[in-house]
């Protein structure tokens, strides 16, 4: 049978309908499309794809079951490893790391991996994902802070290990940036508490509204009798460019912004309590994933134009290849090698804002080209709304309240890449808390080998 080069296209919802509704976009494979796909992969006796995947999924074995109508048995092997496919098959940066890392991609496209595992995973959790199989429980205690993509890592691989698991979490919702961060037409809620139940299952306990370093702090926590503690709060403190008119009303940050359309549901507004201000024209600033799902929601809540306002060229863009080709086909607008310099206001409230054009200079300390402003090209951009998506660092809190907790200048927690473990004898962390923000399978990753760590560091076997 010759190789085939491309690889099986996902369905979609129409890009006219779906600018207008908060529904899934991509609809994902059916049996027959999965196992198409999966007959693409030639199954390499030494799969760079695994060591590609900061998780670690043995990627042929999976997809083989694939091949062979075991579906469910595929996701029980993606499970060995990833205790949230669902979530990873959908928004897992794959064409920069197992997908990146497949030799078809010398001749034509890679296999689907992120769209396999996506399909294996849903098609379990359709039928019913199955009871795990109870670990012999030990009397040594651990809590996780936080209960996004680290956390529930962390809590999950913890908890098969017999370990009594607690995960502490500030929002009244549990999943993290999963539920505050990521829109419901890129990652459906219901999969995630999906996700979350299984671990509930595996024994994990939950508590929310508990803002840990202020509702309980880290010795709060060992004197209640934790031997040892995960911290994975992520970044959750929005950065602004601290230019003029930032205080107006109408300027966002993407944090507020996304929390309240994703996690209070401001897009039922009256039905749901939180309500959100509708514009007509509305500036997002940014060019990464977040500024793609703020600009995506607003054009959903009824904007008649939104802007992507991005200082460098299309080629420097952080966002993923599918979101921004997806961003475009709902009809966002790209304002590239543009940079704000003011926001303009009457009534206290945003009118406009004054931009500059950029050209590309030498490459800065990222690698990327630096963007340098054009002289006597200002203008004004007539909106109604701004919304900063700039980035965003940890929250101090935790640090000013934990004694011998060492700190980055930037607020970014002190931890070893390779276990996780700080300056603090038995406290670990991992994931944006750690790097800043950055991806769900990194901070998965950043999870698996903290709770490895934890395990030793009780007594356990390495």
């Known amino acids: 049978m010759p ?11 129409d890009p ?51 091949t062979e109508g075991r579906f469910e048995d595929a996701a029980q092997k993606i499970k060995e490893t990833n205790n949230l496919p669902a979530v ?8 920069e790391q ?33 009871a795990p199989e109870q670990p012999i429980k030990t009397d040594k205690k651990v809590a996780v802070i ?7 890592t962390a809590a999950a691989d913890l ?83 601290d230019i003029p008119g930032e205080s107006l009303n109408g300027v966002y940050s993407a944090n507020e912004y996304l929390t309240r359309v994703n996690l209070m549901k401001a897009y039922l507004f009256p039905k749901a309590d939180t309500p959100i201000k509708k514009a007509h024209k509305v500036a997002v600033v940014g060019g990464g994933n977040v500024a793609m799902d703020a600009a995506r929601c607003a054009l959903r809540l009824g904007a008649d134009e939104v802007h992507i306002v991005y200082r460098r060229s299309e080629a420097e863009m952080p966002a993923r290849a599918e979101e921004v080709h997806h961003a475009k086909e709902e009809g966002i607008i790209f304002d590239l ?79 070893d890449e390779a276990t996780g473990a700080t300056s603090r004898p038995g406290v670990y962390a991992g994931g944006d808390a750690v790097t800043g923000a950055a991806t769900v399978i990194l901070a998965m990753g950043a999870g698996k080998k903290a709770a490895a760590a934890i395990h030793e560091y009780l007594g356990g076997k390495k």
Not at 40 to 56: A, T
Not at 146 to 152: E, I, R, T, V
Not at 372 to 392: H, Q, R, Y
């Open 3 to 13: 190789l085939k080069l491309e690889r099986t296209p996902m369905r979609e919802q």
């Open 16 to 66: 006219a309908q779906r600018r207008r509704n908060f529904d899934e976009v991509a609809l994902g494979y059916s049996p027959d499309e999965a196992m198409k796909e999966a007959q693409r992969c030639i199954q390499c006796k030494r799969p760079l794809c695994v060591d590609g995947c900061p998780v670690h999924v043995q990627i042929p074995q999976f997809i083989k079951l694939i």
């Open 88 to 95: 990873c098959g959908r928004v897992c940066p794959q064409e």
């Open 98 to 130: 197992c997908e990146a890392q497949c030799v078809l991609n010398r001749k034509g496209q890679s296999v689907a991996i992120g769209r396999l595992e996506r399909f294996a995973a849903d098609y379990q959790m359709e039928r019913g994902i199955p």
């Open 146 to 152: 936080g209960s996004g993509p680290a956390g529930l």
């Open 159 to 241: 908890a098969k290990l017999g370990y009594d698991v607690t995960v502490f979490e500030s929002f009244h919702e549990l999943g993290g940036v999963l539920v505050y961060g990521i829109p419901e037409f890129r990652l459906p809620k219901a999969l995630v508490k999906q996700e979350i139940e299984s671990l509930k299952r595996l024994g994990v306990n939950f508590v929310t509204n508990v803002i840990a370093g202020n509702t309980l702090t880290i010795d709060d926590l060992f004197d209640d009798g934790y031997q040892a503690v995960f911290i994975g709060t992520g970044a959750g403190l929005p950065k602004f460019m």
């Open 337 to 415: 090698l543009t940079n704000p310099i003011r926001i303009i206001g009457e009534n206290g409230r945003v009118t406009g804002m004054e931009c500059i054009k950029m050209e590309l200079g030498e490459p800065d300390a990222s690698g990327r080209r630096r963007p340098m402003p054009v002289k006597g090209s200002e203008f004004i951009m007539e909106v109604d709304a701004v919304i900063m998506a700039l980035g965003t660092t940890p929250n101090p809190l935790i640090a000013s309240t934990t004694h011998g907790l060492d700190i980055q200048p930037w607020g970014g927690i002190i931890a």
